[in-house]
């Protein structure tokens, strides 16, 4: 059985790039309470790098939670809210690499 999914591989890379940029936005507040903390950054790399067409799916699948994970690790809550969207890019891709 194929996928319920109706979005080519090509949109798939479009609706993540977009993701990204609009999480993008919202990081700055994420690093203003957690400078050190890179996990949301690299999600977000691994975001735009899946949309050029660079990822290995599988290990990316293995690190999916990485960059939301920072948001049980900050107390402000503009900080939570800005890694939790920073890590809400990164699946809209991965729900599709899993369906292959």
């Known amino acids: ?22 999480a993008q936005r919202v990081l700055v507040v994420f690093e203003a309470a957690a400078p050190d ?28 939670f990485r960059g939301a994970d920072a948001a049980r690790e900050v107390k402000a809550p503009a900080a939570v809210a800005a890694a939790r969207a920073v890590g809400q890019a990164e699946p809209v891709w991965l729900t599709w690499a899993r369906t292959r």
């Open 37 to 64: 903390d890179e996990r949301p950054r690299e999600s977000l790399a691994r975001t735009r790098a899946f949309a050029r067409g660079e990822l290995d799916v599988a290990g990316e699948i293995r690190r999916r």
């Open 1 to 22: 059985m194929g996928s319920p999914q109706t979005l080519t591989l090509a949109e798939r890379r479009l609706l993540a790039a977009w993701a990204a940029d609009c």
